[in-house]
């Protein structure tokens, strides 16, 4: 009994050690893939921030993912970002672009595939576009922000996720010519310029355009902040200054003052009546916001640096 019990005892002890050098010599993959720009000098496409003027009907998808288990999918998606994140919906003849795709070794679209096992992918041929023959949307996409996410996973289930920021997600804008003008005089260079204890004087005007789909204007919002965190709801690093609204939102909840004039509105006289404050402990660095909305729902917005004197 002695004997068996001995011999019992020292195969335990070996299973044990050798179940230990595997885990040493082989350890448990449990990293998700890296979503990264596809060169140190580039930025992943679309950037943070992009604006995609109206020349423009397309935005490249640009980047890399890398894993040494080997990355098995990669999935973009796409969607309005135009009321933060509760996606309500606008009934009019413009349509939000939406994209869902998935790049796998087994996808049928040829633009879609990639090399089985592959620990680097590089995705630098895709576009997504919003008019013309290969087009996602079926009629006119409405202008404005548009959120996009990528994420990956590998060939073991490990998946990038928000949690540890390993998805890449940001904002960019989609401009369209029949989207409200916003036209704004440079006080030097591409800044404006401004001086504590002072308001914001702005030489400029927000309008209706003159395209054959422009519409009246709806909603003008005008802020200025410590730093564009991209219309965020839940965005970190921006401390709102000063701001100023006309008209009422047709995707957040803010109402402004009434328009004189919904064709037109004339910031300098606009601000002079409703100004913007600068504090006397304001940074020299500062960003200004115009957010302007159409009545069906197009979004046209820019950002504009201000020093602060």
Not at 33 to 45: D, E, G, L, M, V
Not at 254 to 273: H, I, P, R, Y
Request: some cysteine; aromatic content about 6%.
């Amino acid at each position: 009994m002695k004997f068996q019990f001995n011999t019992i005892l020292i195969l335990l002890a070996t299973l044990l050690t050798m179940a230990s050098c595997g885990e040493s010599e082989n350890p448990a993959d449990l990293v998700s893939p890296k979503i990264s720009a596809i060169s140190a000098s580039t930025s992943i496409q679309p950037a943070a921030g992009q604006l995609f003027p109206p020349t423009l009907t397309a935005a490249p998808v640009m980047l890399k993912v890398n894993d040494p288990s080997g990355v098995n999918e990669i999935l973009l998606d796409i969607h309005g970002g135009f009321d933060g994140h509760s996606h309500g919906r606008l009934n009019t003849n413009f349509e939000r672009l939406s994209v869902r795709k998935i790049f796998s070794a087994t996808a049928s679209d040829p633009k879609l595939k990639i090399e089985a096992g592959a620990t680097e992918v590089v995705l630098d041929h895709f576009k997504v576009s919003w008019a013309g023959a290969n087009s996602s949307v079926s009629g006119n996409v409405i202008a404005g922000p548009y959120h996009i996410t990528i994420s990956a996973t590998d060939a073991l289930g490990n998946q990038t996720s928000f949690a540890n920021a390993s998805n890449y997600h940001t904002t960019f804008y989609i401009q369209r010519p029949y989207a409200p003008v916003i036209d704004l005089e440079m006080s030097s260079g591409n800044s404006l310029s401004a001086k504590k204890g002072l308001s914001l004087s702005l030489n400029g005007k927000i309008a209706k355009g003159d395209d054959p789909l422009s519409s009246d204007l709806a909603f003008v919002w005008v802020r200025l902040a410590t730093q564009d965190n991209l219309d965020e709801k839940d965005g970190e690093g921006e401390v709102l200054i000063s701001q100023q609204m006309w008209g009422k939102s047709n995707w957040r909840s803010l109402t402004g003052k009434s328009f004189s004039n919904t064709l037109e509105l004339d910031l300098q006289t606009s601000l002079v009546q409703n100004p913007i404050q600068i504090p006397s402990s304001a940074p020299n660095d500062l960003v200004l916001i115009i957010w302007a909305e159409d009545i069906v729902g197009n979004v046209s917005r820019m950002v504009y640096p201000v020093k602060v004197l």
